[in-house]
């Protein structure tokens, strides 16, 4: 789960990581009264679920009031579209600080997991390019595993600034070591943490995201969440129980267990299309809960086909063609749905597909659901 930079950055400051002084702001007719007692110069920030606003016209420097009043205005409500995340309203702004800055790094703490540790990525080629620095320079970017003696200093080092600056990078990287422990984060980034004239480490910028599978011990966490920024379809599926991952690709798929699913989105691959989405309605699921992703599946525009692909193991596949057949009776779909079913019960499920009335294909193996998915 993500969250907005504003909420990033109040976990900061619990964290004693020091940040720009700011206030929200949601509404176009609260813009005037917010900035009116606010410092200038100040950032006005677009606060959305998406990396490289700065970019995108989301981030801006405003020199007095009226300078400010204007930017918040045409930032708040505008359409973001970043390369990261898309085309996003902004429905809340920031309004910070502006602060001096002397230099831009980069830090973030991530997982390595191939080496089973969170990784500690510094550098001081930071700001709105560091992508590009990754291609083009990787050696100015510093890593270091987190192990038993994790010394940041001997990373801080490297980056060449004086025993004072150091002192407070390391105490940066502390707590948001511990915040990243106590709060179940994949992913803390701060960039740019920036240096001011003033020889202070601020962050200026917050990233945060948190792993799903450990919300349930996070309520402050979880009320973190904007609903408006999660895919409405993903949002729907998570309250129905569905593992529902939104894709790019015109033939929508349902199937039974993560691998399987894996497995045919290879098969769709193979037969020259790509798959809508992933979509998992796991062992044990009624007939009623294959209704609902049914729905849920064809709710999307570009499908041009639907392929089920059920091993019925503990979901049998009697209970998946009625559930299919009930999905279909009730929603006039227009697009072909192909089914293979293998497993506990697949002739009483074809049975059942076969006799509705309703158009199905049921392809016996994975081979002809190739060469069908292929025709279309
Ligand atoms: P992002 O583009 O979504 O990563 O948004 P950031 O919060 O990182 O802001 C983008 C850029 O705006 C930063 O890299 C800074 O160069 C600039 N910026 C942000 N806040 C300030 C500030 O207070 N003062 C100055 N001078 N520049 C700022
Ligand atoms: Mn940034």
Redesign the pocket.
């Known amino acids: 789960m993500k969250i907005h930079?504003y909420q990033a950055k109040e976990l900061f400051k619990q964290y004693g990581i020091k940040v720009?002084a700011s206030i929200l702001c949601e509404k176009k007719e609260d813009i005037e009264e917010t900035i009116k007692n606010f410092m200038f110069p100040c950032?006005i920030?677009a606060q959305v679920h998406?990396?490289?606003?700065?970019?995108a016209g989301?981030?801006k420097?405003a020199k007095n009031y009226q300078d400010a009043v204007k930017t918040a205005n045409e930032i708040l409500g505008m359409e973001l579209t970043s390369k990261q995340a898309g085309t996003k309203k902004v429905n809340k702004i920031l309004i910070?600080?502006?602060?001096?800055?002397d230099k831009?790094l980069y830090l973030s703490l991530t997982f390595d997991r191939a080496n089973e540790a969170i990784a500690l990525i510094i550098s001081n080629q930071g700001?709105?390019d560091i992508e590009e620095t990754a291609k083009t320079s990787p050696d100015k970017i510093c890593t270091q595993l987190i192990k038993d003696n994790f010394n940041p200093l001997q990373t801080v080092k490297k980056l060449g600034y004086n025993d004072e600056i150091n002192s407070q990078i390391v105490s940066v990287i502390n707590s948001l070591y511990r915040l990243s422990k106590e709060k179940d984060a994949l992913l803390v980034e701060i960039?740019?943490l920036v240096i001011t004239k003033q020889n202070e480490v601020i962050a200026?910028?917050a990233k945060i995201n948190f792993d799903d599978n450990a919300l349930f011990r996070h309520e402050d966490i979880l009320a973190l969440k904007d609903e408006k920024e999660e895919n409405p379809f993903e949002l729907q599926a998570q309250k129905e129980g569905l593992n529902y991952i939104k894709l790019n690709g015109t033939i929508g798929c349902m199937v039974n267990g993560a691998g399987l699913a894996m497995a045919t989105m290879d098969v769709i691959r193979l037969s020259g299309k790509e798959a809508a989405n992933f979509l998992d309605v796991g062992g044990g699921a009624s007939s009623e809960k294959i209704e609902k992703a049914f729905k849920l599946l064809i709710s999307d525009e570009n499908l041009e086909a639907v392929f089920i692909n059920i091993f019925g193991g503990i979901l049998r596949c009697d209970f998946l063609a009625e559930g299919v057949k009930n999905a279909i009776q009730n929603l006039n779909i227009k697009v072909p749905v192909i089914v293979r079913m293998e497993g506990t019960n697949k002739e009483i499920g074809a049975d059942i597909l076969n006799h509705s009335g309703l158009k199905f294909t049921v392809v016996k193996d994975l081979n002809e659901a190739i060469e069908v998915i292929k025709k279309i």
């Open positions: 930079e720009p950032v920030k998406s990396g490289a606003r700065g970019k989301g981030v420097i910070e600080k502006a602060v001096d800055i831009e700001g709105m960039n740019p200026l910028d």
